[in-house]
């Protein structure tokens, strides 16, 4: 079954099952209504009898002021203390003792006469012999009948009419509200799956309901698609051309080796040399694609109480270790900061080991703790980065100078890497460099 048609079958059915209550509690309020008019239009017809009864002194006199306050449709019967009817009189219905049985416990008591509802109320008053009897008042209540009759036939009508508009209007509604916007978010998704595009709807920019919000979703989710999309293809394409050039270097150097190797030591050296240092270049880059990858398919962090201080120490000591070079530590300590410790030691590996391939003097690394933030700095005195490169340089793959690349093995992925690990402690990366004098990278980790 469609959502179109259920929606409507369900909302039909509700509106339905609200009109009926909504009529059948309007009828019962008016025949209440009706009821409790009746009682008292009795009741005061009731209590002039009275009142006329007191004054009367003879049997023969009371009888004619009975009869003079008989209703038109209805009876009156006086009935002493045992239960006998001293007087009954009636217009032309037809009552007999039967017809006519009152429940005292009852204000007024419903019956049926001819299959017409009738009323009757009974009151006390005092007979001309001074005894208390009781009046019963009879009422057939043939005005409220056809009153209720005509209102029913009227609520009928009501909910024929309400039913009839209720689903012309919902057709336009739901095709107009719901399913449109549904039919034409299906459409578009049918020709991004068979166009192989990333197709978007048109929405109104002052939609403020669930389907504009859906809409835009949509559209957001589509873009989101289309640029991971783009970013997937720039990746495989400059993975394969990163690639591909050690591969051809190796393929070269090794039809060297294999042409001249054997015969002349000199060339199979260089052939050896060229052919390691590529393969530990493209081993490498594969490792830190991997990381690339496994960073963009799901990063975990755990958040602890970190001695940044400590933590700097722990990174430079086997970098001094490893390249001999000169790593320093400025700043203040010890700072408490609430971050991922491996990760963050994965950062500053990073950082340091790009500022050693690109520098030939001392590397420094300064620590300062802000009101809301901890600032780690990485300083070199290299040669610089111009600054039309800055906004990239933590772009995959980005080359600043092919051949600088080459002479120190870089790949252009340790930066991108770098953006990913810092995006994920929450930290910023900013990058200032002058040709010349060197680069310095700060990350700033904020303290909440």
Same mark, same amino acid.
């Given at each position: 079954?469609?959502?179109?048609?259920?929606?409507?079958?369900?909302?039909?059915? @509700?509106?339905?099952?609200?009109?009926?209550?909504?009529?059948?509690?309007?009828?019962?309020?008016?025949?209440?209504?009706?009821?409790?008019?009746?009682?008292?239009?009795?009741?005061?017809?009731?209590?002039?009898?009275?009142?006329?009864?007191?004054?009367?002194?003879?049997?023969?006199?009371?009888? =004619?002021?009975?009869?003079?306050?008989?209703?038109?449709?209805?009876?009156?019967?006086?009935?002493?203390?045992?239960?006998?009817?001293? /007087?009954?009189?009636?217009?032309?219905?037809?009552?007999?003792?039967?017809?006519?049985?009152?429940?005292?416990?009852?204000?007024?008591?419903?019956?049926?006469?001819?299959?017409?509802?009738?009323?009757?109320?009974?009151?006390?008053?005092?007979?001309?012999?001074?005894?208390?009897?009781?009046?019963?008042? @009879?009422?057939?209540?043939?005005?409220?009948?056809?009153?209720?009759?005509?209102?029913?036939?009227?609520?009928?009508?009501?909910?024929?009419?309400?039913?009839?508009?209720?689903?012309?209007?919902?057709?336009?509604?739901?095709?107009?509200?719901?399913?449109? $916007?549904?039919?034409?978010?299906?459409?578009?998704?049918?020709?991004?799956?068979?166009?192989?595009?990333?197709?978007?709807?048109?929405?109104?920019?002052?939609?403020?309901?669930?389907?504009?919000?859906?809409?835009?979703?949509?559209?957001?989710?589509?873009?989101?698609?289309?640029?991971?999309?783009?970013?997937?293809?720039?990746?495989?394409?400059?993975?394969?051309?990163?690639?591909?050039?050690?591969?051809?270097?190796?393929?070269?150097?090794?039809?060297?080796?294999?042409?001249?190797?054997?015969?002349?030591?000199?060339?199979?050296?260089?052939?050896?040399?060229?052919?390691?240092?590529?393969?530990?270049?493209?081993?490498?880059?594969?490792?830190?694609?991997?990381?690339?990858?496994?960073?963009?398919?799901? @990063?975990?962090?755990?958040?602890?109480?970190?001695?940044?201080?400590?933590?700097?120490?722990?990174? /430079?000591?086997?970098?001094?270790?490893?390249?001999?070079?000169?790593?320093?530590?400025?700043?203040?300590?010890?700072?408490?900061?609430?971050?991922?410790?491996?990760?963050?030691?994965? @950062?500053?590996? +990073?950082?340091?080991?790009?500022?050693?391939?690109?520098?030939?003097?001392?590397?420094?690394? +300064?620590?300062?703790?802000?009101?809301?933030?901890?600032?780690?700095?990485?300083?070199?005195?290299?040669?610089?980065?111009?600054?039309?490169?800055? $906004?990239?340089?933590?772009?995959?793959?980005?080359?600043?100078?092919?051949?600088?690349?080459?002479? =120190?093995?870089?790949?252009?992925?340790?930066?991108?890497?770098?953006?990913?690990?810092?995006?994920?402690?929450?930290?910023?990366?900013?990058?200032?460099?002058?040709?010349?004098?060197?680069?310095?990278?700060? +990350?700033?980790?904020?303290?909440?």
């Amino acid at each position: 079954m469609k959502l179109k048609t259920k929606i409507h079958l369900y909302s039909i059915l @509700l509106m339905l099952v609200i009109l009926t209550v909504t009529n059948i509690g309007i009828y019962f309020v008016f025949e209440k209504m009706g009821h409790r008019t009746e009682y008292y239009q009795m009741l005061v017809r009731a209590k002039e009898l009275t009142t006329s009864l007191s004054q009367m002194n003879e049997e023969k006199d009371a009888r =004619t002021i009975i009869i003079a306050h008989v209703p038109a449709n209805g009876a009156i019967r006086i009935v002493d203390d045992r239960g006998k009817t001293i /007087v009954t009189t009636q217009s032309e219905l037809g009552l007999t003792e039967g017809n006519f049985v009152i429940n005292p416990k009852e204000r007024y008591t419903i019956g049926s006469f001819n299959e017409i509802k009738t009323m009757a109320i009974t009151v006390p008053a005092i007979w001309t012999n001074g005894e208390v009897v009781h009046i019963e008042v @009879l009422q057939v209540m043939e005005e409220l009948e056809a009153s209720l009759r005509l209102l029913k036939l009227i609520l009928f009508g009501v909910t024929i009419v309400a039913m009839v508009l209720i689903v012309v209007g919902l057709s336009i509604t739901l095709g107009r509200i719901v399913i449109q $916007p549904i039919e034409k978010l299906m459409k578009t998704m049918s020709d991004s799956r068979r166009l192989g595009t990333y197709e978007k709807i048109s929405i109104s920019a002052k939609g403020k309901d669930e389907l504009s919000q859906m809409g835009r979703t949509f559209n957001d989710m589509m873009e989101q698609l289309e640029q991971n999309y783009k970013k997937q293809e720039q990746f495989v394409s400059n993975a394969s051309h990163e690639l591909k050039t050690p591969l051809t270097v190796i393929e070269s150097y090794s039809r060297l080796l294999s042409r001249q190797g054997f015969d002349n030591r000199a060339v199979a050296e260089e052939a050896v040399n060229a052919i390691i240092s590529e393969s530990v270049r493209m081993k490498e880059m594969i490792a830190q694609m991997l990381s690339l990858a496994k960073n963009n398919e799901k @990063l975990t962090f755990e958040f602890a109480e970190t001695e940044v201080r400590s933590v700097v120490e722990k990174v /430079v000591q086997p970098m001094r270790q490893a390249y001999a070079r000169d790593f320093t530590i400025e700043g203040e300590g010890p700072i408490e900061l609430r971050t991922d410790e491996n990760q963050l030691k994965q @950062l500053l590996f +990073i950082l340091l080991d790009n500022a050693r391939k690109y520098s030939e003097r001392e590397i420094k690394t +300064i620590i300062r703790s802000n009101e809301d933030s901890v600032e780690i700095s990485v300083m070199d005195y290299g040669q610089g980065i111009p600054e039309q490169h800055l $906004p990239h340089i933590f772009d995959r793959f980005y080359r600043v100078d092919e051949d600088r690349n080459r002479k =120190t093995g870089g790949s252009g992925l340790g930066l991108a890497i770098a953006k990913e690990i810092a995006t994920g402690l929450g930290a910023q990366l900013k990058i200032e460099s002058i040709v010349g004098m060197g680069t310095t990278i700060r +990350i700033i980790i904020p303290k909440k």
